[in-house]
């Protein structure tokens, strides 16, 4: 049976490698089969169309076939040959199937009618809606997120985490690279889910960590098909609508739409997971990145803090070799240890002494439970605690607990007698990568 469809499966490199089918079509009643020609290969479009319509007509001109017996003068032909045969005016091409010697002085051929005369090579544009249509896929903007450890993380794990979308429609994912010195580039991970991911039309103003702050708003634009939404006060203490702007780590309860891709966030949440330190000093055009699902973690050793790294996000479809580079050192903020809070000092009447004292904070698990302090979460307690005077240090300790004496003897040596107040900076410890986020801060000694 003839066939009416011939299909051509193939590898294409615009949609991630994956298969892809062109077929050649001959409208006939007398021919209903479909025929497929599977090929490991990575083939463009055109190339896998114009394979199916040539294989398509070779088969339709063959399938008439000739047997001739000719003289031994043609015995060196071998299949493959193509024979001119004419017909009075008519010539026709036969290409040989089949040889063999036959009664004495006499070869047997067998072929059908080559038609390749008939076949330009042209192929007509594929006919579809656009939507059929494979175009290049759009650049990748990416954000490389050094941030604090999530809820959910390991203690001693440090995580890079990448938001990545395209900076137009029609984008399909990206693979991230490590580009080596060496040039032995490293693939780090594939995402085809969309970040939300865009930047602030106006700076967001200084505002509180301990309640929502109902004064300061932000307005983002968006890339992409984006979308914020609204979320209610519970479902926000819950968890919800975090993202990072800047080095900050806010929430919002409202995402309120003032046109395409741009929304007002209001109903904030202030440095989250000890961002503190980042609520001043915002600036228009600093990135926002939502953190949901769509952003991918990737763990690294401890040891590659301090490193510069440059990653190139490579569109799907593109060679490893092209995409936009984004260069970094690691600073390991999922490691470090939160600054400490609350911190006091209490002078006993009697001997003049001053108890320091704070509460430390968790980078994990850090939710209230009854009759039990927020884990450690680090290799040991330990804290650097240092007093100044002016610009200079005059006393500092290292303690393994939250809290140490500075005794009236040492207060007269340093001061010339008993402060009123005190500056102070206290820093917890990691063993993994040593002192960090330091709370300094003037207290009135009580």
Not at 31 to 37: K, P, R
Not at 140 to 165: N, S, Y
Not at 169 to 197: F, P, Y
Not at 343 to 359: C, E, F, M, P, V
Request: charged content about 20%.
């Amino acid at each position: 049976m003839l066939p009416q469809r011939q299909e051509v499966h193939f590898l294409n490199r615009l949609q991630r490698y994956e298969t892809n089918v062109q077929a050649a079509e001959r409208s006939t009643r007398d021919a209903t089969d479909t025929v497929s020609l599977k090929l490991s290969l990575v083939l463009a479009e055109t190339h896998a169309r114009a394979i199916a319509e040539t294989k398509l007509s070779d088969q339709w001109a063959e399938r008439s076939g000739l047997s001739l017996q000719l003289p031994m003068a043609y015995a060196a032909l071998k299949p493959g040959d193509v024979l001119t045969l004419t017909d009075g005016a008519i010539a026709h091409r036969m290409r040989v199937r089949r040889v063999q010697i036959g009664r004495p002085g006499m070869v047997n051929i067998r072929g059908v009618i080559d038609a390749a005369e008939g076949w330009d090579g042209y192929i007509a544009p594929t006919i579809g809606s656009a939507d059929n249509l494979v175009l290049p896929s759009p650049k990748t903007r990416l954000e490389i997120l050094d941030i604090p450890a999530l809820p959910g993380d390991t203690q001693d794990v440090m995580k890079l985490r990448f938001a990545a979308c395209g900076i137009a429609q029609g984008w399909k994912g990206a693979t991230l690279v490590r580009v080596m010195t060496s040039g032995d580039d490293e693939q780090l991970l594939s995402t085809d889910s969309a970040a939300t991911i865009g930047s602030a039309v106006n700076a967001l103003g200084i505002g509180g960590s301990q309640l929502f702050d109902e004064i300061s708003s932000v307005d983002i634009a968006l890339l992409g098909e984006a979308m914020l939404a609204n979320a209610s006060e519970r479902s926000v203490l819950d968890g919800a609508n975090v993202a990072v702007l800047g080095d900050e780590i806010i929430q919002f309860r409202n995402a309120t739409q003032l046109g395409p891709n741009l929304y007002r966030l209001s109903g904030l949440l202030r440095g989250r997971l000890g961002t503190e330190a980042a609520i001043v000093g915002h600036a228009v055009g600093e990135r926002f990145v939502l953190l949901d699902d769509a952003v991918k973690s990737l763990s690294i050793p401890a040891s590659s803090i301090g490193q510069g790294w440059t990653i190139r996000a490579v569109s799907f479809g593109d060679a490893l070799s092209v995409g936009l580079d984004s260069t970094f050192t690691i600073q390991g903020e999922a490691l470090k240890p939160l600054s400490v809070v609350h911190a006091r000092a209490i002078k006993n009447a009697s001997s003049g002494d001053i108890t320091l004292s704070w509460i430390r904070r968790t980078r994990i698990d850090s939710g209230m439970r009854d009759f039990v302090d927020v884990p450690l979460m680090e290799q040991s307690e330990l804290y650097d605690v240092v007093v100044m005077n002016g610009a200079n240090e005059v006393r500092n300790w290292q303690v393994s607990a939250p809290s140490v004496v500075y005794n009236a003897a040492n207060q007269t040596a340093d001061f010339g007698s008993a402060p009123s107040s005190l500056t102070v900076k206290i820093t917890q410890r990691s063993g993994l990568i040593g002192p960090e986020k330091t709370l300094t801060t003037t207290l009135a000694v009580q």
